[in-house]
């Protein structure tokens, strides 16, 4: 028996559009391979190190992406994504003539996100080593909130900020029951 899978997407949203934009993307099977929580600090290892620099770099990819707020979690991480105004850009397109550009959705962005990760996460298990559980680096999907008002955007930037500070009780903790 197949399971439909539903989608969290806001039906008929135009995820293209201005925003703020509060991701969370879990490691496949939930895997610690980011780091480590000590004293209440999130502690990068070599796989959190080179998320962080995707994430800095999204803004290069993506020339209408302000990043906010980002937290790296030992097997999970949260964003907020600020899209300031995506627009249609003309390229030429190896066919001949010229064609549009796709608009740049939340969509795009973690999927690129997402695709240059794995990508660097396989070369750095086939070639430094790296803790590998899986052949995926992130679980299918991710969670994706509208920040629709200032208190929204203030508490969320809190609840990232202080994610390490929870760490022990949160629900992505394997060794939350130990």
């Known amino acids: 028996m197949t399971k439909n899978r539903q989608s969290i997407r806001l039906k008929k949203y135009d995820y293209s559009q201005s925003g703020l ?3 969370t993307i879990c490691a496949q099977n939930r895997e610690c391979l980011f780091g480590d929580i000590v004293d209440e600090k999130m502690i990068f290892n070599d796989v959190g190190n080179m998320i962080e620099k995707q994430w800095n770099n999204i803004p290069e990819r993506f020339n209408v992406v302000v990043l906010d707020t980002f937290q ?3 097997n999970h991480i949260h964003m907020i994504i600020h899209i300031v105004g995506a627009t249609l850009v003309v390229a ?4 001949a003539g010229i064609k ?4 740049t959705t939340l969509g795009n962005i973690i999927g690129a ?3 240059l990760t794995a990508h660097e996460y396989i070369m750095g298990v086939k070639n430094n080593g790296w803790k590998s559980f899986d052949k995926r680096l992130w679980q299918r999907n991710y969670y994706e909130h509208i920040i629709r008002n200032e208190s929204d955007l203030n508490k969320i930037r809190e609840y990232i900020k202080n994610n390490p500070l929870f760490w022990l009780k949160d629900v992505n903790n394997p060794t939350k029951y130990v």
């Open 21 to 23: 934009y509060f991701v």
């Open 92 to 95: 030429p397109s190896i066919r």
């Open 113 to 115: 996100f997402k695709s």
């Open 100 to 103: 549009p550009a796709p608009t």
């Open 72 to 74: 790296i979690m030992p």
